[in-house]
């Protein structure tokens, strides 16, 4: 397992595989749009009511994303929308306005030809540099493709069309007012998920509305809340209370609730949509018992198997009964308190927490009509222990509760980059400032791209050593982090991860550097957490000669925001 982190750091570390260039104007149309290549940033600038054109070409059937990000600014306010045309540049096919804050990401499945995409400003007055990736992944299988029309709501004497939970389906609305209805059976309690995502072909439906129905007793009603983004195609947050039981449902796909705005920036609402699902089936196999109190801790908690359902009682919040459970590698989890035997509990809480017992997630509400119990729904980003904790909602609330839980290969994995604050985390330079690792406003390690993070508060045209490994905790040799320097000669600073592969830079007169790194583009790798850091040179500093910055932690994923 060590080897292949390793065989990552090749590219990672080599500056050989840097693809950053910059912008070639005049790209202010079709006719003069830049070529790209996938895999590289391209590093821009929008004057007022300009247009940025560029052209790629596919090859394979592929899931494509552009991308744009704050490029040199840590906290740009350049605020991009991405259209993707046809290679004339005449008919649109896609669009995003902002997926990551402020920036963008176009994302569509696309079949081999040549296409162009433009960058604007939101609004005619948006100037500033921006960076823009251009990525590929492979097209994600299609299991269920639409039926004949009509194909919406039964009781108007329409025909679902049947799929299996866990496929990802795909259909078109030919107008604004079109309804299409996927309808699946489901056989244990579960916890449905539906994404719509970048699976589509094109023209793509530029705003989706999803939403959930059930059949009971003849009749098919609403239930749970419907998903939709203002400013875009996707859709992720489709919801429902409790868990399901087993019976016949329907997803409805329809145009969503998006102003319909200004050309280009204009929604049509009608094209091609596909949808991603899962179901997070809870299998009630073993009964496990909560352990003898005091159990609010990780030393005191029992281990639950996936599908298990665990027992206990709380006398109210300050009670807190853990348990421990085991991912081999990134799931989605679905975990649910409910009343158990009398005398029950009706208000609960639970939280899930990672390995060093830090909550990452917690659920409040959730629960059958006129409870209030906890459910989470929450994809774990790399393998390891977790624990649950299951407490009351109030401190009145007490009784018996139960907790039940299970997991799926996650729909997608999300790129994530998490520093710690350098307040507490870097030492203090001769210049009296902490030395920073931040990233650019909207970069994130997403595979298949160029990432770029960047150091502030280094001396002028100091030398920069960068680190990147796989633990926080220990470094080669078993070495415990983090690793004091006072006995280096560098008093309050500490190295705070594994140094497996380290490159060298030079700041500016400013005191700032920028880290460039290439992104592998293998989904093999999507969950991926490495850690990172920098040493700054400081030569009156102390005897090291060195600043240390705070360190980082990063995933890598497919979903860039």
Request: glycine share 10%.
């Amino acid at each position: 397992m060590r080897k292949l982190p390793l065989l990552i750091l090749s590219c990672f570390a080599s500056t050989l595989c840097a693809q950053r260039v910059a912008e070639v104007e005049p790209n202010n149309s079709a006719a003069t749009a830049q070529p790209l290549v996938f895999g590289q940033q391209v590093d821009c600038n929008l004057a007022a009511a300009e247009q940025d054109w560029f052209t790629f070409t596919v090859t394979t059937p592929s899931e494509v994303h552009l991308t744009t990000a704050g490029n040199f600014a840590v906290s740009s306010t350049v605020d991009t929308c991405v259209l993707l045309y046809d290679a004339t540049g005449t008919t649109r096919l896609a669009w995003n306005d902002n997926a990551r804050g402020s920036h963008s990401d176009m994302g569509c499945t696309l079949q081999p030809g040549v296409y162009a995409a433009l960058v604007v400003g939101k609004l005619t007055t948006t100037t500033g540099d921006y960076a823009l990736d251009l990525v590929a992944y492979p097209a994600s299988t299609i299991q269920a493709n639409e039926g004949a029309e009509p194909n919406g709501d039964p009781s108007l004497g329409e025909t679902p069309t049947p799929f299996n939970l866990g496929e990802n389906f795909s259909g078109t609305l030919a107008s604004s007012t079109d309804v299409d209805w996927w309808q699946f059976t489901i056989a244990f309690d579960t916890v449905v998920q539906a994404y719509v995502y970048d699976d589509s072909g094109v023209p793509q439906l530029d705003n989706t509305l999803i939403g959930l129905r059930q059949l009971s007793g003849g009749t098919w009603t609403t239930i749970g809340t419907t998903s939709t983004l203002a400013t875009g195609h996707r859709a992720f947050n489709l919801a429902h209370v409790a868990a399901l039981t087993p019976g016949t449902y329907a997803i409805a796909v329809s145009a969503g609730t998006a102003a319909a705005g200004t050309a280009p920036l204009n929604y049509v609402k009608t094209g091609s949509y596909a949808v991603r699902t899962r179901g997070i089936e809870f299998f009630n196999l073993q009964t496990i018992a909560e352990a003898p109190e005091p159990n609010d801790n990780a030393a005191a908690a029992p281990i639950l198997g996936l599908g298990d359902v665990a027992v206990g009682n709380t006398t109210g919040s300050a009670d807190g009964d853990w348990y421990a459970f085991f991912a081999a590698q990134p799931v989605t989890i679905a975990a649910m308190t409910e009343t158990g035997t009398a005398p029950g509990v009706t208000d609960t809480t639970v939280r899930v927490r990672d390995s060093a017992g830090t909550t990452i997630a917690t659920g409040s509400t959730g629960g059958a009509t006129g409870q209030s119990h906890g459910k989470v729904v929450f994809t774990l980003p790399t393998a390891g222990f977790y624990y649950f904790e299951v407490a009351g909602g109030v401190v009145a609330a007490s009784g018996n509760y139960t907790l039940r839980f299970g997991a799926v290969t996650p729909i997608l994995q999300s790129a994530a980059f998490a520093q710690q604050p350098p307040s507490t985390n870097a030492c203090v330079g001769s210049n009296a400032l902490r030395p920073q690792l931040a990233k650019a406003n909207g970069e994130v390690p997403q595979l298949g791209t160029h990432f770029t993070m960047r150091v502030n508060n280094a001396l002028p045209n100091a030398g920069i050593i960068s680190m990147l490994g796989f633990s926080n905790t220990v470094a080669s040799g078993g070495i415990p982090l983090p690793l004091d320097l006072g006995g280096f000669g560098a008093p309050t600073c500490f190295l705070r991860v594994d140094p497996a592969s380290s490159s060298f830079g030079i700041a500016d007169a400013a005191g700032l550097w920028f880290w460039d790194l290439p992104i592998p583009n293998d989904l093999f790798l999507s969950g991926l957490p490495f850690w990172v850091q920098v040493a700054c040179f400081d030569p009156t500093l102390n005897t090291l000669g060195a600043s240390v910055s705070n360190e980082a932690k990063c995933a890598l994923g497919e979903r860039g925001y």
